[in-house]
T-cell receptor
Framework: NAGVMQNPRHLVRRRGQEARLRCSPM?????VYWYRQLPEEGLKFMVY????????ESGMPKERFSAEFPKEGPSILRIQQVVRGDSAAYFC???????????FGPGTRLLVL | AQTVTQSQPEMSVQEAETVTLSCTYD???????LFWYKQPPSRQMILVIR??????QNATENRFSVNFQKAAKSFSLKISDSQLGDAAMYFC????????????FGKGTKLSVKP
């Protein structure tokens, strides 16, 4: 069973461009979480999704950020009009139904120039 | 709101010795889970150990064990027989009870292991 996969592993964008981060959960996992890690900080929750539904987006900035987890395909975290402050590591985690442990992907390092 | 505090930004241990990393949390809930994650230089988040709040017995995974003090809201991690590969950032995390919910992380403790 392959682990949580994220791509790209590294992404460089110029200010004003769009960033798309993808996450494929482990097989059988229907719950996906996105977290952001700023330099020298712990991970901060952004959004929790199940297939075709956003369950909790309380940690997501109101503007420029969106997330989806379609019926088919990976979960996508989209950042529009990126700014330098968006530079961070973005981690995806997944879990199966009725299990409390979350399994993390390797993260995507976003650098905004 | 729940919070997780790790009061030791950095710790150091001699190889083969034992080290304890501290974590305290604040919650008004009685049902929750606690975790320790390890983040080596590769930045991958690796689950080290987990504890269910309703269990009185402290969790153990090989060289890793916890001291869970529910009344004091304390959840420390003990690493025995430290190895060079244990060098990493260690994050304590809280999750409320129920089938799903996001993790709340502390700021982490950077552990160095001296040969």
């Amino acid at each position: 069973n392959a682990g949580v996969m994220q791509n790209p592993r590294h992404l460089v964008r110029r200010r004003g461009q769009e960033a798309r981060l993808r996450c494929s959960p482990m097989k059988g996992h229907s719950h996906v979480y996105w977290y952001r890690q700023l330099p020298e900080e712990g991970l901060k929750f952004m959004v929790y999704l199940q297939k075709e539904n956003i369950i909790d987006e309380s940690g997501m900035p109101k503007e420029r950020f969106s997330a989806e987890f379609p019926k088919e395909g990976p979960s996508i975290l989209r950042i529009q009009q990126v700014v330098r402050g968006d530079s961070a590591a973005y981690f995806c985690a997944s879990s199966p139904p009725y299990e409390e442990t979350q399994y993390f992907g390797p993260g995507t390092r976003l650098l905004v120039l | 709101a729940q919070t997780v505090t790790q009061s030791q930004p950095e710790m150091s241990v001699q190889e083969a010795e034992t080290v304890t990393l501290s974590c305290t949390y604040d919650t008004s809930e009685s049902d929750y889970y606690l975790f320790w994650y390890k983040q080596p230089p590769s930045r991958q988040m690796i689950l080290v150990i987990r504890q269910e709040a309703y269990k009185q017995q402290n969790a153990t995974e090989n060289r890793f064990s916890v001291n869970f003090q529910k009344a004091a809201k304390s959840f420390s991690l003990k690493i025995s027989d430290s190895q060079l590969g244990d060098a990493a950032m260690y994050f304590c995390a809280y999750r409320r009870g129920g089938s799903q919910g996001n993790l709340i992380f502390g700021k982490g403790t950077k552990l160095s292991v001296k040969p």
